[in-house]
């Protein structure tokens, strides 16, 4: 069974308009009277006319390029480049109003095929690339109350690059400075420290800014949906330029240097419609996970709590983790859209420094987060700018000597006794041969627990009222599956199910992965735990297939 459904796009696509680029209703059906919309994919079952007029490198000569299947003409388009470079002479505005996109000066033109006459594209997608410090389009000004763009620079440039528009008084939005480029900002230079901040959202999350040039907090080379909305309250200038901070080329300043696929722009307050604008955006170019996905909670669901490093739910599109870094700040950490740990998200954030996790974010919908407040106890995610990992995916490294371990905020079960039925599933690591706990789980009722090594080297699990022995000295990476059915229990170390046996170490009323309780903790990694106030001995076997093909343990 795959980690990700194979129908991992929504079945809501038609009315998203995101799949295959050309399902209608479109965007623009949907969400009408954009001021200008410039896209590589078709926006309007209206518009008829085509995506982009390139020009050819080797020899100046320039061709319109349309759609095909609702996308940019590939086929067109590789052939008349003819093995070399394509600029974009223009980007045609498909919101109705004619206000394409220009530019004349072969020099200030951006890349849409490489030097073998390929499309440059992004997340396997067509893009137009800006690759020169002064390479940009101008369009006829409009005043931008809502702006979302789909991007991922390949630099972050001098002072002031990363500009996603700009306008002839040196107005401009920019999604980032020489230090940074995660959201969205409006600078009115000619009212100097103005800063006309409206709401910022990257992949759909708010990220509120109180500061323009060039004071941002970190750097971001993702592939992001970048959105920008003003209410019509506020008194914006004017932009006329895509990529430039303003038209005024004596200035000299320099452009943004990667990849953008959309660029659409209203003249009104789209709050309202921001999330659906963004989720229609996002199911073509595949930048974070949405919901339109699936996961193993989709298949198997209920559960009671659920921890990972990567998306387990569809219903569930927040952060997998906070890290903190080195310097004490925090951050949430997302998924991108093929349910993986946003592992280049977390890079940008440590640094060349080291990540802790702070939090581990319960997937099941029912709030049951895994915290650690102390610094010194907090599992190591990142070492000196490298991520932790383990069989070449993410991981939390646990040190006994710090007593790392998390803490759940409440007890994941309702109910206790005798007649209870619990199915915990982990992806873990054991590195030592002393007395160590896995997770403790316990209120004043019942006890789950597993323990490395607490007798002849045997691995031990408390299941409520029952015993088990899970094998020998478990070294290496496992899938631990724990099965607490009345009137008995088993556990499963990678789908071999072991004998009776009483040595667990276990406690009441403590709540831990990594220990019990603070005492025993681990040597090792911990991936995944996923934990059900339900039997799951029917689907036992695929849940651990599901764990499998993602982690490939066994």
């Known amino acids: 069974m795959p980690f990700i459904s194979a129908s991992a796009i929504s079945p809501y696509d038609s009315i998203r308009g995101g799949a295959a680029g050309g399902t209608t209703p479109l965007l623009l059906d949907l969400y009408p009277n954009a001021l200008v919309a410039y896209d590589l994919r078709k926006l309007s079952s209206t518009y008829t006319g085509d995506c982009v007029k390139v020009r050819r490198a080797s020899d100046n000569a320039e061709q319109d390029i349309g759609f095909v299947s609702g996308q940019i003409d590939i086929s067109s388009l590789e052939t008349f480049a003819s093995g070399g470079v394509c600029h974009v002479t223009t980007f045609y505005d498909q919101s109705g109003n004619a206000n394409n996109a220009i530019q004349t000066a072969a020099a200030n033109q951006p890349v849409i095929t490489d030097s073998s006459g390929n499309v440059t594209t992004v997340n396997s997608k067509p893009s137009v690339l800006w690759t020169v410090d002064e390479s940009w389009l101008e369009f006829t000004s409009i005043t931008p109350y809502s702006v979302f763009v789909a991007q991922k620079l390949s630099t972050v440039g001098g002072a ?42 990257r992949n759909s999350v708010l990220e509120e800014f109180v500061q323009a040039e060039p004071n941002f907090i970190q750097r971001d080379l993702n592939f992001n949906m970048l959105s920008l909305i003003h209410d019509n309250s506020t008194v914006l200038p004017t932009a006329s330029t895509m990529s430039r901070r303003t038209t005024n080329t004596s200035l000299g300043q320099s452009t943004t240097r990667g990849h953008r696929a959309i660029t659409l722009i209203y003249g009104t307050d789209q709050s309202a419609n921001r999330a659906a604008i963004e989720s229609n955006i996002n199911s073509f170019y595949n930048m974070y996970w949405d919901g339109s996905q699936t996961g193993l909670l989709d298949d198997y669901p209920s559960a009671a709590a659920a921890y990972s490093l990567r998306a387990l739910n569809s219903a569930y599109t927040g952060p997998l983790v906070r890290v903190r870094r080195s310097n004490n700040n925090e951050k949430d950490i997302f998924a991108r859209y093929d349910g993986s740990l946003n592992t280049t998200d977390l890079l940008n954030f440590v640094g060349s420094g080291d990540g802790f996790v702070t939090t581990l974010y319960d997937q099941s919908g029912n709030g049951i987060n895994a915290n650690q407040s102390s610094a010194s106890k907090q599992p190591i995610i990142a070492s000196s700018g490298v991520i932790s990992t383990l069989n070449g995916k993410p991981t939390m490294q646990f040190i006994s000597s710090f007593v790392m371990d998390l803490n759940l905020t409440g007890y994941p079960f309702t109910s206790g006794g005798s007649a209870t039925e619990k199915s915990i599933f982990a992806v873990a690591e054991n590195n030592a041969t002393a007395n160590q706990n896995l997770y403790n789980i316990a209120d004043t009722r019942d006890i789950y627990a597993i323990t490395y090594n607490r007798s002849a080297n045997n691995t031990y699990a408390f299941l409520g009222a029952n015993y088990g022995t899970i094998g020998g000295n478990i070294t290496g990476q496992n899938i631990i599956s724990s099965l607490a059915i009345s009137p008995s229990s088993e556990t499963f170390n990678n789908t071999v199910d072991g004998v009776s046996s009483n040595l667990v170490r276990a406690n009441f009323n403590d709540i831990s992965i990594g220990s019990r309780g603070g005492s025993y903790p681990m040597d090792g990694n911990i991936q995944e735990m996923i934990m059900y106030e339900s039997d799951q001995s029917s689907n036992r076997g695929n849940i651990e297939t599901n764990i499998n093909d993602y982690y490939n343990v066994y």
């Not at 040196?170 to 980032?176: C, F, Q, T």
């Open 160 to 201: 002031y690059a990363n500009f996603i528009i700009g306008g002839a008084n040196n107005d401009y939005i920019s999604s980032g400075s020489a230090n940074a480029s995660i959201g969205l900002q409006y600078l009115s230079v000619s009212a100097k420290a103005s800063v006309k901040n409206g709401n910022n959202y």
